[in-house]
């Protein structure tokens, strides 16, 4: 017995040293990643941005633009130092597991469609209209409900989101971050009544404020349907 704890007692510490070094390794394993930085670990960076919400455009193993400004938002979203760099801090949250997703309000959302809808189309419509009347923030989510239900677009709330065309997010909310902010629980209510079906401007799928866009494309590709306070509906 006591030839068999000596061979055991090396073979566990040999072990231990080995399990040591293994995580010091994985703890020093990070690399910088920053506009010009390309490869495997960057399409990694992007790939898990975008599942997370966070778009960073192309997975294409290259740092730009789209991909240094997910990592500004995820570092805003997750109160920690914004550079705009993936170091280890943003990595090692950006990586780390997590079983549930935490509303603002402190309460765990489950992982089904309804509540992820919810979540998205709630943000959407506060970042786009959180000035308008009641019935223009429902007629904002109608309008990208309009778009998931629509071929040409992505089938999904998130999808419709944050989709790209030329490179260029079709909402400016997410170019701009504001996608994050925490909606107010007007917003949130609208959400609710846009996703139980109401369609206060029909089957609309474009809006935009002529305050603030000239909207030149929609205008002369679209039919106009109506306007609700600062924001022009069209299909």
């Known amino acids: 017995m006591k030839k068999s704890l000596k061979r055991v007692v090396p073979i566990f510490l040999s072990l231990l040293i080995l399990l040591n070094v ?37 997975v294409d193993g290259i740092f730009g633009k789209n991909t240094r400004k ?33 509303s603002s309000r402190g309460t765990s959302l489950s992982r089904n469609t309804n509540e992820t809808d919810l979540y998205w189309l709630s943000r959407i419509i506060h970042a786009e209209s959180q000035g308008e ?23 999904t709330v998130k999808g419709v989101i944050f989709e790209y065309y030329q490179n260029i997010p079709q909402f400016s909310p997410v170019a701009e971050g504001t996608i994050y902010n925490t909606p107010s629980e007007e917003s949130i ?33 679209k039919t106009y349907v109506t306007k609700i306070g600062e924001h022009v509906f069209y299909k």
Do not use: C, M
């Not at 938002?73 to 597991?97: E, M, N, P, R, W």
């Not at 009641?134 to 998931?148: D, E, P, T, W």
């Open 133 to 155: 009347p009641y019935n223009g923030k429902v007629a904002v989510g109608s309008v990208i409900l309009n778009r998931v239900a629509s071929s040409s677009f992505p089938n």
């Open 70 to 102: 997910a990592v500004i938002a995820f570092q805003k979203a997750s109160k920690i130092k914004v550079d705009g760099i993936a170091g280890k801090q943003t990595q090692s949250k950006l990586y780390a597991k997590s079983t549930s997703t935490t």
């Open 22 to 58: 293994t995580s010091v390794h994985a703890a020093s394993s990070y690399t910088n990643l920053k506009v010009g930085s390309r490869g495997e670990k960057v399409s990694l960076l992007q790939k898990t941005l975008n599942s997370k919400g966070f778009s960073a455009g192309k």
């Open 189 to 221: 209510k609208a959400a609710k009544e846009a996703l139980s079906g109401k369609k206060p401007v029909g089957n609309a799928t474009y809006f935009f404020n002529p305050k603030k866009a000239e909207g030149k494309w929609i205008v002369n590709n």
